[in-house]
């Protein structure tokens, strides 16, 4: 099964029969990934996320919106949001929490509607698993958003990782090879990116983004703010 994560939300919701959900990168041990961290209300958020959702406008599609915490801050703030997530389980959950215009679907087929704010959080950016997914995913981004619109993610700086090892000379290094296990089953093997701020506002510039970066806290992380030239 692929969808470790939607399962994991899934039993954290309906069931009792929870398992422990793990993320491993190819640098050490695998990490735990407390469910309940997908089940925040706004004043459990760290200040990244906060500062995010209060900066949404307008029409808001939550992208990789997973169990709808941030959707449901959202709609408490009178914002209309649309949460999008891959995951059916996923979906379910946030129907049943009381998520209100939910889709199931994968972003980069989605094409349906126009919207003024673009938001990806808790690293969701990390889908585009390239450098080069990344300028797809603005391409792509530039035609879901009304003028004046932006797109709201956050990312993270992982050059910390490799301060007793070597950089990998095949790819960019914030190209992380990672994979999920819960209970007994795990995933296979896939990329999620990590951007240091420069190369991202490189790329932003070059495909013809204004970006700001308007937090950065502690851990290596960023929030970002993009608009269109």
Same mark, same amino acid.
């Given at each position: 099964? $692929?969808?470790?994560?939607g399962k994991?939300?899934h !039993?954290?919701?309906?069931s009792t #029969?929870?398992?422990?959900?793990y993320v491993?990168d =190819?640098?050490?041990p695998r990490?735990?990934m407390?469910v309940?961290y997908?089940f925040r209300?706004?004043r459990?958020?760290?200040?990244?996320?906060?500062?995010?959702?209060?900066?949404c406008?307008?029409?808001?599609? @939550?992208?990789?919106?997973a169990?709808g915490s941030h959707?449901?801050? /959202? #709609?408490r703030m009178e914002t +209309?949001v649309t949460?999008?997530?891959i995951?059916?389980?996923?979906?379910?959950v946030? &129907?049943?929490?009381?998520?209100? #215009?939910v889709?199931c679907?994968d972003i980069?087929? *989605?094409? &349906?509607?126009? *919207? @003024?704010?673009l938001l /990806?959080?808790?690293?969701?950016i990390?889908?585009c698993?390239?450098l !080069?997914?990344f300028r797809?995913?603005?391409?792509?981004?530039a035609s /879901?958003l009304?003028?004046?619109g932006?797109?709201?993610? @956050?990312?993270? !700086?992982?050059?910390y990782?490799?301060?007793? $090892?070597e950089?990998?000379? +095949?790819h960019?290094?914030?190209?992380? =090879?990672?994979?999920?296990e819960?209970?007994?089953?795990?995933t296979?093997?896939? $990329?999620?990116?990590y951007? !240091?701020p +420069?190369?991202? #506002? &490189?790329?932003? $510039?070059?495909?013809?983004?204004?970006?700001?970066?308007?937090?950065?806290?502690?851990q290596h992380?960023?929030?970002a703010v993009l608009t /269109? @030239?």
């Amino acid at each position: 099964m $692929t969808d470790l994560p939607g399962k994991a939300i899934h !039993d954290h919701f309906f069931s009792t #029969q929870r398992k422990r959900l793990y993320v491993q990168d =190819t640098f050490g041990p695998r990490v735990l990934m407390p469910v309940s961290y997908y089940f925040r209300n706004f004043r459990q958020m760290p200040e990244l996320e906060q500062q995010a959702l209060e900066l949404c406008e307008g029409r808001t599609l @939550d992208i990789g919106a997973a169990a709808g915490s941030h959707a449901m801050e /959202l #709609q408490r703030m009178e914002t +209309d949001v649309t949460a999008l997530e891959i995951s059916p389980l996923a979906c379910e959950v946030m &129907e049943a929490r009381g998520v209100q #215009q939910v889709i199931c679907g994968d972003i980069f087929q *989605y094409a &349906e509607g126009q *919207y @003024d704010t673009l938001l /990806l959080l808790m690293n969701g950016i990390g889908l585009c698993s390239t450098l !080069d997914g990344f300028r797809t995913f603005l391409k792509h981004a530039a035609s /879901l958003l009304n003028p004046g619109g932006q797109l709201i993610f @956050d990312s993270c !700086d992982t050059v910390y990782m490799y301060e007793e $090892t070597e950089m990998p000379a +095949d790819h960019y290094y914030g190209e992380m =090879t990672v994979r999920y296990e819960y209970g007994e089953l795990a995933t296979g093997w896939f $990329t999620w990116l990590y951007m !240091d701020p +420069d190369t991202m #506002q &490189e790329i932003a $510039t070059a495909e013809g983004w204004t970006s700001e970066i308007v937090f950065r806290d502690d851990q290596h992380q960023y929030l970002a703010v993009l608009t /269109l @030239d």
